[in-house]
């Protein structure tokens, strides 16, 4: 039996990994996405109330938001969006902010995300193309450790910007970074992602990756990651939500360790990012 129970109240459900666009460009925003990923087909249409009714439909209760700048000059566009997202949906919409590395006033920008009360950082190396251990993501990670993670995009066999190989070699050199690699450890790469990043302490996400690849593989990656360091996520709005949830009701998982991927990991991830904003500053952690 794969279908959420969380209509009758016994399965609680965080996604982890969306993407939401204001209405004015959402269809054309998704649809570039499609278009990096070589065309895929892309399921909805980005918008913040579509998320909302599929999301309600199957009992997913809240939602982590990860606006990407695509370019220097639109971080504070995309994250004046995603305050707006999460203001009006308080503890619906969780958002990190974008950044982009290449941002002339990156130190002032980090700041800012910090002290508005985003969660933290979504880099999507790939899209920004920029290196994700180049001079200007290390900058950046100079200044987040040990305040604000780190959501990346990683993993594209394609390019040389998000390898799981790289953000080694970055973790190595900032210990302190806290980092969640979305699609369980690097698209496309995961034999590379388990290689790499195991043993890092890393967080990863289930998103666009049984629309990929095999289960085994995907067990794989969440034995080498653990299940208590796995969140769900869907990736809206490429792929059907309801089919991500399937997936991972599929997963030979004990309802405990089920319970945990669904939910259980985010919130304990949130809960410690909120105790940390509270013990610094009152006003920080406003946003989720
Ligand atoms: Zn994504």
Redesign the pocket.
């Known amino acids: 039996m794969v279908q959420n129970t969380s209509k009758n109240g016994s399965m609680k459900i965080i996604d982890a990994?969306v993407?939401i666009y204001p209405d004015a460009i959402a269809q054309r925003a998704a649809q570039s996405t499609c278009d990096f990923y070589d065309g895929l087909p892309g399921k909805f249409d980005g918008r913040l109330d579509t998320l909302l009714k599929e999301e309600e439909r199957l009992g997913i209760v809240a939602a982590v938001m990860?606006p990407v700048a695509v370019t220097p000059d639109q971080t504070q566009a995309v994250n004046r969006f995603a305050e707006q997202a999460a203001l009006s949906h308080p503890g619906r919409i969780l958002p990190f902010a974008g950044l982009h590395p290449m941002d002339e006033n990156l130190e002032k920008e980090i700041d800012e995300i910090e002290q508005r009360g985003f969660i933290g950082i979504k880099l999507?190396p790939d899209i920004q193309k920029v290196d994700i251990n180049g001079p200007e993501c290390r900058r950046l990670a100079a200044r987040v450790q040990g305040r604000l993670p780190l959501y990346l995009?990683a993993g594209d066999d394609r390019f040389h910007y998000s390898n799981p190989e790289r953000i080694a070699r970055l973790m190595d050199d900032f210990p302190d970074l806290e980092v969640i690699c979305?699609h369980m450890g690097g698209w496309s790469e995961w034999p590379q992602a388990r290689k790499y990043l195991k043993g890092r302490g890393i967080w990863v996400d289930t998103?666009?990756t049984m629309e990929f690849t095999s289960m085994e593989q995907a067990m794989e990656c969440l034995e080498c990651f653990t299940v208590e360091r796995t969140f769900f996520g869907t990736?809206y709005p490429?792929w059907s939500t309801e089919r991500a949830v399937r997936n991972v009701c599929a997963m030979p998982l004990s309802e405990e360790q089920r319970e945990a991927v669904f939910h259980g990991n985010i919130e304990r991830f949130l809960a410690h990012r909120r105790a940390k904003a509270c013990a610094v500053c009152g006003s920080r952690g406003i946003l989720f």
């Open positions: 990994h993407h990860l999507h995009h979305a998103s666009s990736d490429l």
